[in-house]
Structures are given as C-alpha cells and as structure tokens.
C-alpha cells in the first residue's frame, strides 16, 4: 500500500473560498482529504525572499491594517467547518520572510504561540502538524516546533540547521534513502519539491506524479491554491491536472490518501478509535 498526503499551502483570512472550492470539490467528494497549510494571522504585506508580494494576497491591501487574523473571515471558517474533509495544519504565524530562521528562541516561541492561539480561537484546536513559510528552519526553532508538533513537514532537511542530538538519526535517515524519519514523538516528512505548479509542464505533471507515487511509500504532494488563480483568471488547463490527479488517487487499490495526523497516529501505533478529536473544528463564539 502507498501512502499520499495532500499538502495545500497558504490559506489566511483574505482566500476566496471559491478558489478552494473550484479546486478541491472533486477530493472531497471522493473522501480525499486535503491538508490546509493555514497562515493562522496573515501579514497583509508579506514578501517573498526576493521582495515581491506574495502571490496569495489581493493586488491592493488595506494600508491601515498590517495583519489579519483568520478568525475575522467567518465565511471561510464556516466553509471548513462544513468540509470536515479539508484538514488545517498551521503554517507559520504571520508568514514572515523565513519566519522561522531565526535565533532569538523567545520569538520563536512567541510566533509559534499567537500562531496556536490565532488557529485555537477560529477553531481549530487540534492542530499537530506545522509547515514553516519558505522552508526554512532554525535550530532553535526545530527544537521548539518538536516540543509542540507531531509532525513538521518541510522540503528538505539541511545537517547545519538541525539540533545536535538529532544529527547521528539524520544521518541514519539518509544512508537508508528514507524520505520522511522522526525524532522524539515527531515525525519529519520531506517532500519531492512542488510537483504541482504552474512552473512545470502540465502535459506530463500527472505521469510525474504517478512516478513519484509509485517509488516511495509515502508521498507529501504539495501544491498552493493562489497558482491556480494568477492575475485575476482560473488557469483552467492547471485545474484540470489538478483533477486528474483526484481522479487518479481514488481509482487506485493500492494507494491510500491520508491527513498528516492519521500518518502520525499510524506511525506512533495509535489507533483512530483511540483519538478522541471532534470530526469538525467548532468555532467560538
Ligand atoms: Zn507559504
């Protein structure tokens, strides 16, 4: 059996929810879930590493407003609360540039903890799995998202920028060629970089999927749902890949789709009838 994760990054406070709706309908209806890395309290001029806007705000922010919580999007929370199927993960705080490389520990666990709090408070108060923007992590701030995560899900993992006691098991990680290890209770799960973007030729994305799948037990698919929505239009052939990769996922008997928590669960030998969690985030009032 072949483990899929679906990873979506950079849901905040300011997302459409037809975007995600035009792109996820088909994995829900299928019973596909689909992880949301979600900005718990969006900075409303967040850059990327080379300064540009990034692609998941509107064209024209607000000036007075430097930052906007998720919970002030209640049509948005109400739509996920709706979809049981999408499952939040927390993805940074404010979604700084390389927000979490950073070596002031108490800032690190200041952002990490409004970012906890900004998810609890819209309702989302189980969240164990964090993706750090730009995938770029600390020593310090690995340290602390393992204190409080079960799962970190990142690009890759770099020797210098890891904690000394976790070095001899990434080492043992890569002379066995494992994708995915764990430190601890913490499972650390690489990805083979964003299949699914709009900067790779859409004629053999799915084929390139299928490959990848087939070649590793547990595959993280990451993809982010602004790509689809450039410059105000729907980029229809991209959202058609995107579908056929649902397609593709719920025909195959030896493929599984899972949320980062279940993974987690499995790993740990915990079973899902062990698990008290509610099926939806309930949201405060
Ligand atoms: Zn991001």
Known sequence: MRTVILRDDDTNALTPIQCLETLYRPFLERGLPVNLATIPEVRVDARTPDG????????????????????????????LRANPGFNVVQHGCYHD??????????EVVRRLDRGAQRLDE????????????????????YEEIARR?????????????????WRARFVLKKLLGRAHWRV???????????????????????AEIQRTIAQQPVTV?????????REGRTDEEFVRVLHAVAEYLSTQS???????????????GVRPSDVKRPLQPTVAT
């Open 122 to 141: 819209a309702g989302f108060t189980d969240v164990s799995t964090f993706v750090a923007p730009h995938d770029k992590i600390s020593v310090v701030a």
């Open 254 to 268: 030896e493929v599984q789709v899972m949320t980062f928590q279940a993974y987690a669960d499995a790993a740990s």
């Open 52 to 79: 540009r806007r990034e692609g998941f705000l509107p064209n024209l922010g607000n000036p007075a407003v430097e930052t906007v919580p998720l919970i002030e999007n209640r049509a948005l929370l109400d739509y």
């Open 149 to 165: 995560f079960r799962v970190i899900s990142t690009g890759w993992f770099e020797w210098r920028r890891l904690p000394a006691r």
């Open 97 to 106: 540039t390389f927000e979490f490389d950073r070596a002031d520990r108490a």
């Open 221 to 229: 698919l990451v993809t982010h749902w602004w790509e689809y929505f």
């Open 184 to 206: 601890g209770s913490t499972q650390l799960m690489t990805h083979p970089g964003c299949l699914l973007s709009y900067q790779r030729p859409f004629a053999t994305m799915l």
